[in-house]
């Protein structure tokens, strides 16, 4: 009955088979009983799909073999062989033959002759493999150790005799020995302190368990990680090349919205904590999965403002058409007349310049707007056949000769370097004029710039009858095939800058123009309204020029290094050293002087010292690059020995620094000696010092440096909270590059393509939670809401134009030394009171405004007041105290993703990381921050499952 059952499950099914063949022998050693419990899934072959013939069975090559069927034993050693517990048959691949092991094979009833003694039907039942024969063993035979009582095997019991227990009890006299002569253990190491709060903590909860967001029946599971701190270590191999994108972000941003900014080279690896979250217009706000589609009023107030002159406010004309004159040329002459009417400007400009000024604003409409357009045009000759500034080229040619005759634009007369008149000519010219000077294009790249420099060395060669060399044929040759051409004087365009620099404030090269002005003319930006104060910025005109020649300066390197150009940025270290050198000592001398009144301290920004310590700081991974270690040790020596500008870079300098001298100058001791140094520095914060306590721990630790290993004493302790690991599955698409290092790691669910944090908002949503991606914007939004009178209070020195969006000494240390009362006050405040009336009456009083880190279009009042009341008014009292004693650092490296359930009132905030990826310095600390208020933030990791790419 057995066989006949098997028979017709092998026929009628598929799909694996899992057989639990019991197996029994007779004492005396006769026929063997089998039975055939019951299985999973049976397979669709049969007998006959890998044995052709009863009579003539179809033998495997020996090469294709398994190990199981090489080994075979008689019948009488399989009737004797113990119990087996499981035989598991899998599916046959290549040409459908299945071998003996794997096939279900017809089994034997009792009584029938054992299938070995045929040899033309060879059997399968005696073919076990190890692990079988392992687990078909008896157990070993179990006693009492007489000495020490332990469960030991009776064939093991003389090897733990004479082995375990003899080394126990020789063992309590050696460790007693040993005490005796072991000095005593060091002193206890310090535990650092990441934060300090006036706010009662005694209301919340210190060890929040991260409880799981999703229901049992999902796949994704809640890990507490309490006791494994995998994301905290790093390996020591990997320092070197080390880049904390949150250490790195953005920390030096101007207090101004920019709209072609220079990008910084130190402040390059991150957005999201920058100026993405200050900005709250909404255009670089992080995703998010609500709708924010605009209501019917919305949008007809959006067509209203496309249709309002921005010249004169009417919406019955576009400014194009305005009488008065477009808006460029409205915002031109209010930044020009506000910047040179302010008294505390008069002393910056001479007599030659304000006549200059005079010219500029007695031109005629039409050659005013084409100096203006030209102005805004990038710093280069211009060909006049290509402007279409005006209907004809005659006219332009009339307007330009205009501006010229009144000094304020020079033509191409004045052009005297080969290589700029070049620049004048496109690529297909620069062909004509090699092919009229014969010179040979066939080993020159097809690139312009190959092209000019070929012409210019071809030029240099050249001989001709009155000169050594053919530039000035070149020259000509290149006039007269670009035609007239036009450029602003370079002075004026200096002039103007400086101007505008005075409006603005600009603490970066071209960082704002008039662009802003038409952004706010627009709607798109809201600013503040704040008293101004009239304070002298620049003490003398000298001193207003060498900080913009600071800024260019800084340009050029910032552009050298983006373009891995290291030696030509490395040429600009001499000058800006010395610049330091001898601004800080006349920093000396006025500090020493009784009678010179010192300038605020935040004001330091606009000298041109600290532009240069700017290019110092930037330059010091060229000078790496170029293998000139020693003047980068020099230069952050000089750096971390001042105390007046970049106070806040302190910690990256000494992290730097010991880096360099323990990788690559081989001096551990002294790398030692520097983290010490910093991790003792009080303005070393947050990030920077945590990276200076993991390097200092790997130092006395490292088994190359046996020397450090007493030191570690000396290192305090991180005193970090354990994490809490929340575990998620996704299905990872490979990327189109696989190559490519960097770049978004993409998740397929369902059938939509998402982030890793849309990926885990879709998995929360699943169970009830709303989810947003806020990156930065949900602490910053609650700090900028709640502190926003206090922020924007009068102070001196704090708004010095009306296009700030935020103080001046925001991120320095002493903005909240001049606003403790304030502060504190309102911390009792939000401790005692509504926070959710709070922020509502700030929503609805500053609403759609630029406020320091508020996203209008990220969150909803109803959103915000859902969350803030999840999260307690203690634990937003204390993140509120935190954020305002030291925002520069805190505004960065918070939770990636902020999980609520209004009916629970309940919040978990989260930091989501894809594979291969770690937790930086500063969502590290912040995570600790968030425990220790009582607020539910962990790290939810998202492994990768596998997928296959659409």
Known sequence: NNNNNNNDNNNNSSGKVHANVKESSNNDGGDVEENNSKADALSDASDADYLPSAKQPRKRPAHKRSSSDKKTVSGADECAAPTVAAAAVSSSSGRGRRSGDEAGVKRKSSGEKSAAASPAAPTTEGRRSVA??????????????????????????????????????????????????????????????????????????????????????????CVSADAERRDVDVDADAVDNESNSDDLADEDAPLT????????????????????????????????????????????????????????????????????????????????????????????????????????????????????????????????????????????????????????????????????????????????????????????????????QALLQHSQRQRTLFAS?????????????????????????????????????????????????????????????????????????????????????????????????????????????????????????????????????????????????????????????????????????????????????????????????SFHLHDPAGALEVCLAGISDPRVHTGHRLSLIRRAERLCRSKRFPELHHRLSDVPELGLLPLHVVEVNGVLLPSA??????????????????????????????????????????????????????????MEAAFLTAYQHAPLDLHHESFYAKRKALVDRRIREIETGDVCSMLQQAWDAYCGECCLGVSWNLFTPKSLTEIADALGRTAIAAICEVMAKDLRHRRSGQPDLVLWNAAERRCKLLEVKSPNDRLSDKQLIWLHVLRSVGVDAGVCHVKATGGRPL
């Open 257 to 452: 919205l920019s709209t072609h900014r220079v990008q910084q080279l130190d402040d390059a690896d991150e957005t999201a904590g920058g100026d993405a979250a200050l900005d709250s217009t909404g255009a670089d706000e992080p995703t998010t999965t609500r709708d924010h589609s605009q209501t019917p009023s919305a949008a007809a107030a959006a067509a209203a403002r496309q249709r309002k002159c921005l010249t004169c406010g009417a919406t019955d004309h576009f400014s194009r058409d305005c009488a008065q004159g477009p808006y460029y040329e409205k915002n031109f002459l209010f930044v020009v007349k506000q910047s040179l009417a302010a008294a505390c400007h008069a002393h910056l400009f001479d007599d030659e310049e304000r006549a200059r000024v005079a010219t500029i604003l007695q031109l005629e409409s039409a050659p005013l707007r084409v100096f203006i357009r030209f102005y805004n045009r990038s710093d280069r000759w211009l060909r006049l056949e290509k402007l279409k500034y005006t209907d004809s080229v005659e006219e332009m040619e009339r307007l330009v000769d205009a501006l010229c005759a009144c000094g304020l634009a020079i033509r191409e007369t004045s052009i005297a370097d080969p290589e700029e008149a070049l620049q004048l000519l496109s690529f297909g010219e620069l062909r004509e004029v090699s092919r009229q000077l014969k010179v040979k294009t066939t080993d020159v790249g097809k690139d312009r710039s190959s092209l000019v």
């Open 737 to 794: 590059d696989p190559e490519a290092r960097t770049g978004p790691v993409m998740f397929n669910d369902g059938d939509t393509l998402c982030s890793v944090e849309e990926l885990v908002i879709r998995k929360a949503k699943k169970c009830g939670w709303e989810g947003i991606h806020a990156e930065n914007s949900l602490l910053g939004t609650l700090f900028g809401l709640l502190m926003h009178d206090i922020v924007y209070c009068d």
């Open 469 to 661: 060399n053919s530039t000035g044929v070149l020259l000509k040759l290149a006039k007269q095939t670009s035609g007239p051409a036009v450029r602003l004087d370079p002075s004026v365009r200096s002039l103007i800058g400086r101007l505008e620099l005075l409006f603005f404030l600009n603490t970066a090269h071209d960082e704002q123009d008039t662009s802003t002005l038409l952004r706010a003319d627009m709607g798109q930006i809201k600013f503040p309204v704040c008293t101004i104060s009239q304070v002298r910025v620049f003490e003398s005109r000298a001193s207003l020029l060498a900080y913009q020649a600071a800024l260019q300066r800084e340009a050029q390197v910032n552009e050298y290094i983006l373009s891995n150009d290291f030696a030509a940025a490395c040429q600009y270290v001499d000058n800006s050293f010395a610049a330091l050198h001898d601004g800080l000592a006349r920093f000396a001398l006025s500090e020493a002087s009784p009678a010179a009144e010192p300038a605020p301290a935040h004001l330091r920004m606009f000298q041109a010292e600290c532009v240069h310590a700017r290019i110092l700081s930037a330059c010091i991974e060229p000078l790496e690059r170029c293998n000139n270690r020693a003047k980068a040790v020099m230069v952050l020596d000089t750096l971390l020995g001042q105390r007046v500008y970049l106070q806040h870079r302190r910690g990256r300098w000494y992290d730097r620094l010991a880096l360099i001298r």
């Open 132 to 221: 079988q024969m392992l687990a078909a063993m008896p157990p070993p035979e179990m006693a009492d150790c007489p000495v020490c009582g332990a469960q030991v095997a009776v064939r093991d019991m003389n090897t733990h005799l004479d082995r375990v227990c003899l080394q126990q009890t020789q063992t309590q006299p050696q460790e007693q020995q040993h005490a005796a002569n072991t000095p005593p253990p060091p002193p206890p190491r310090a535990v650092a302190v990441w934060f300090e709060t006036s706010v009662d903590l005694s209301k919340a909860s210190l060890d929040v368990p991260l409880r799981s967001i999703w229901d049992e029946e999902s796949d994704e599971k």
